[in-house]
Each structure stands twice: as C-alpha cells, then as structure tokens.
C-alpha cells in the first residue's frame, strides 16, 4: 500500500520555525520526485517546493525562497521541508505528493500537481501574529 505521511506541523508564533516530514511507503521512492503543497482556508492548493529524486535539483515558491529549505533522506524514505522566520500568511495545510522522476527533467518546467501520483493527507501549519 502506496502511504505518505506528513508529520510535524503544529502552532507557531510568527518567526517561529517548523520542520515538516513527509514519510513514504509502498513505492520506490528513489524513482521519485517529491514535492510540498498547501492549501489556506478559501483558497486554491499551491505548490510551495519539490526536490528531485537523487540530484538535489530543488524549486521554491517565490514567498518561501530563503525561509524554507527542502531535503530529502533515501535511505529513510523521507523528505523535509525547514520552514523558518514563518508568517501568519504561511497558514495552511501542507501536503506533501510524490512524483515521477521521468518528469522532472532538467531544463523543463517542473510537474504541476494533476502530474502527481500519489498524495499525503496534509498537516496543518497555524502561524500566529
């Protein structure tokens, strides 16, 4: 059974910091691209990051450039998102999706979220002014 499973979101204050873990299952996860999503209350899902499968290629949302850091562990099936000086406008509830590497091709836009396989259940993330 394919499971990804996100961990670590929680109540902060603004400034504060939070490490999101997202845990895979039940697919080859050096095969794939994993990426980090949220959706705030009345909006849309957006894509926040996604980190390539084994060359460390990372994308950052514009807003969370230099505040949030991605990286994955392969040998424990778990990728991360640091989120640090965070805003109350982070609010949210972080996905995170996996997705195949031969779609993540250097030079190439990356994936947009229809493009992914599978999908977490989310995290929620409350930035506190």
């Known amino acids: 059974e394919v499971q990804l499973v996100e961990s670590g979101g929680g109540l902060v204050q603004a400034g504060g910091s939070l490490r999101l873990s997202c845990a895979a299952s039940?697919?080859?996860?050096?095969?794939?691209?994993i990426g980090w999503f949220r959706q705030a209350p009345g909006k849309e899902r957006e894509g926040v990051s996604c980190?390539?499968?084994?060359?460390?290629?990372?994308i950052y949302k514009e807003s969370v450039k230099g505040r949030f850091t991605i990286s994955r562990d392969n040998a424990k099936n778990t990728v991360y998102l640091q989120m640090n000086s965070l805003k109350p406008e982070d609010t949210a509830v972080y996905y995170c999706?996996?997705?195949?590497?031969?779609?993540?091709?250097?030079?190439?836009?990356?994936?947009?979220?229809?493009?992914?396989?599978?999908w977490g259940q989310g995290t929620q993330v409350t930035v506190s002014s």
């Open positions: 999706a996996a997705v195949s590497s031969l779609l993540v091709v250097p030079g190439h836009p990356w994936p947009e979220q229809y493009e992914y396989d599978y």
């Open positions: 039940g697919f080859t996860f050096d095969d794939y691209a």
């Open positions: 980190i390539s499968s084994n060359d460390g290629r990372t």
